[in-house]
T-cell receptor, first 112, second 113 residues
Framework: NAGVTQTPKFRILKIGQSMTLQCAQD?????MYWYRQDPGMGLKLIYY???????DKGEVPNGYNVSRSTTEDFPLRLELAAPSQTSVYFC???????????FGPGTRLTVL | KQEVTQIPAALSVPEGENLVLNCSFT??????LQWFRQDPGKGLTSLLL?????REQTSGRLNASLDKSSGRSTLYIAASQPGDSATYLC????????????FGTGTRLTVIP
């Protein structure tokens, strides 16, 4: 099993550009999550999904969108990138809401 | 809202020393608490998960304790090795909802050979 995979590993965007961060898991987990980690800070939840077709906002959803058309994939869309979105983005998945979450390697995004 | 704090932010110890990392949380109504390890440029790896009804969990040289009433957890690492150098994150899971995992800011551990 590959676990949770994320692409790209690194990306530099200009202000106002858009991009999609890809996340996939092959563990057949219902729950998937997107977090951001700013320097010296804990992880903050952006969006989460409890199954295909169902998504909901986390603590810091502004400026982002998600979709969950399949169990495996949970892409995160950034529209009109801003410097405040410079961060490391982690995708995670879990079997149930109370189970261990398995994390991807992260995407380091810089917005200039 | 649950707040999770980890002190110190950074710690350096010589190889072979035993050490303790601290985690505190503001709301004792938790479901479980988890310790993660994060290596530079990598994702998080789960180390230990303690259910709210448990007092401690052990895995190899790692021992995590939980005192829910006082809002504290510790991660004890015995006979530290340079390979233990990483950032250690504590995360608290509250009892309801899928939006339920709250992370501390981490302790960056350096074990000096």
């Amino acid at each position: 099993n590959a676990g949770v995979t994320q692409t790209p590993k690194f990306r530099i965007l200009k202000i106002g550009q858009s991009m999609t961060l890809q996340c996939a898991q092959d563990m057949n987990h219902n729950y998937m999550y997107w977090y951001r980690q700013d320097p010296g800070m804990g992880l903050k939840l952006i969006y989460y999904s409890v199954g295909a077709g169902i998504t909901d906002k986390g603590e810091v959803p502004n400026g982002y969108n998600v979709s969950r058309s399949t169990t495996e994939d949970f892409p995160l869309r950034l529209e009109l990138a801003a410097p405040s979105q410079t961060s490391v983005y982690f995708c995670a998945s879990g079997r149930q809401s109370t189970d261990t979450q398995y994390f991807g390697p992260g995407t380091r995004l810089t917005v200039l | 809202k649950q707040e999770v704090t980890q002190i110190p932010a950074a710690l350096s110890v010589p190889e072979g020393e035993n050490l303790v990392l601290n985690c505190s949380f503001t709301d004792s109504a938790i479901y479980n608490l988890q310790w993660f390890r994060q290596d530079p440029g990598k994702g998080l790896t789960s180390l230990l998960l303690i259910q709210s009804s448990q007092r401690e969990q052990t895995s190899g040289r790692l021992n995590a304790s939980l005192d829910k009433s006082s809002g504290r957890s510790t991660l004890y690492i015995a006979a530290s090795q340079p390979g233990d150098s990483a950032t250690y994150l504590c995360a608290v899971r509250v009892q309801t909802g899928a939006n339920n995992l709250f992370f501390g800011t981490g302790t960056r551990l350096t074990v000096i050979p």
